[in-house]
């Protein structure tokens, strides 16, 4: 497929851009490239091709669930300007309606 510039300064104008006659040429030849690409693309053969999430075929390595930290909620609590039975206590920040 190939574009004139005729065509280009259309495209331009609808989407309100400002293109120099300098630029339609080299706009003209790029998005000729590109079009000749995706043509390319388009006739490849792919029918035998199984679609991938990912494209290298590797695995996530996991790591061993331990605990790395002994329960510190005494020490965190005297950071909390309110705490009630271990829990902080924040200001209500939802509307009753009312």
């Known amino acids: 497929m190939s574009l004139t510039s005729a065509e280009v300064q259309k495209i331009a104008h609808l989407a309100r851009l400002s293109v120099s006659d300098s630029e339609v040429t080299a706009l003209t030849q790029d998005l000729d490239n590109i079009l000749n ?5 388009n006739e490849t053969e792919i029918s035998q091709v199984n679609p991938l999430a990912h494209p290298l075929e590797t695995s996530q390595p996991l790591r ?10 005494e020490l965190f609590m005297k950071n909390a300007p309110q705490n009630m039975m271990g829990l902080f206590i924040v200001p209500q ?4 309606g009312e």
């Open 37 to 41: 690409l995706v043509n390319r693309m």
């Open 93 to 96: 920040v939802l509307e009753t």
């Open 64 to 73: 061993v669930d331990i605990v790395t930290e002994e329960g510190q909620r």
